[in-house]
T-cell receptor, first 116, second 115 residues
Framework: GNSVTQMEGPVTLSEEAFLTINCTYT??????LFWYVQYPGEGLQLLLK?????DKGSNKGFEATYRKETTSFHLEKGSVQVSDSAVYFC???????????????FGQGTILTVHP | DTGVSQDPRHKITKRGQNVTFRCDPI?????LYWYRQTLGQGPEFLTY????????KSRLLSDRFSAERPKGSFSTLEIQRTEQGDSAMYLC?????????????FGPGTRLLVL
């Protein structure tokens, strides 16, 4: 099945710094790619997604581009805020199609801490 | 609020007791998933329903675990004879049945602590 490798953290930044969290994947075909965010004590929230190669997903100042040449989907933000402190997960469907359609496989997560 | 809801949010139990968690998906979503998340890890797939049919179960789901979705709406996850290793966050997610739709929407989770 498909798999994802995520940059190991934790990542600590000062407010307004530039953020990159690396994510690479191995997949059959071209599945959708996702970034989810988990704030302390909460479940996962969809941050952004891209459904095909060269698509750029964006939300709340975060961006990620689906790059099939490098099998990557790196998360970036130009200027982080203290409120961005959370755990970030890269994810993709474990398999393509079939009766188990949509089952996701996740990276191990990257803890981001932003200091004022 | 039309998001995925889970109840309870927290559960503390003693080893050997049974626990049951409930998930209410987004109303028009017919796909429902359960995941387990342990500290410092990403969620791991447990089981999947399409309407009331349980179509897939992970090998992580031992015989002590059972999940149901009797009317194709809410779902329950029961753990019998809990063990300390069952301590984790249990996440529910739902998704609409649309061709090529792969986005899943997660609930807030139920955090289980087995003493």
């Amino acid at each position: 099945g498909n798999s994802v490798t995520q940059m190991e953290g934790p990542v600590t930044l000062s407010e307004e710094a530039f953020l990159t969290i690396n994510c690479t994947y191995t997949a059959t075909g071209y599945p959708s790619l996702f970034w989810y965010v988990q704030y302390p004590g909460e479940g996962l929230q969809l941050l952004l997604k891209a459904t095909k190669a060269d698509d750029k997903g964006s939300n709340k100042g975060f961006e990620a581009t689906y790059r099939k040449e490098t099998t990557s989907f790196h998360l970036e933000k130009g200027s982080v805020q203290v409120s961005d402190s959370a755990v970030y997960f890269c994810a993709l469907p474990r398999e393509a199609g079939g009766t188990s359609y949509g089952k996701l496989t996740f990276g191990q997560g990257t803890i981001l801490t932003v200091h004022p | 609020d039309t998001g995925v809801s889970q109840d309870p949010r927290h559960k503390i139990t003693k080893r050997g007791q049974n626990v049951t968690f409930r998930c209410d998906p987004i109303s028009e979503h017919n796909r429902l998933y359960w995941y387990r998340q342990t500290l410092g890890q990403g969620p791991e797939f447990l089981t999947y329903f399409q309407n009331e049919a349980q179509l897939e179960k992970s090998r992580l789901l031992s015989d002590r675990f059972s999940a149901e979705r009797p009317k194709g709406s809410f779902s329950t996850l029961e753990i019998q004879r809990t063990e300390q290793g069952d301590s984790a966050m249990y996440l529910c997610a739902s998704s609409p049945k649309r061709r090529l739709e792969e986005t899943q929407y997660f609930g807030p989770g139920t955090r289980l602590l087995v003493l």
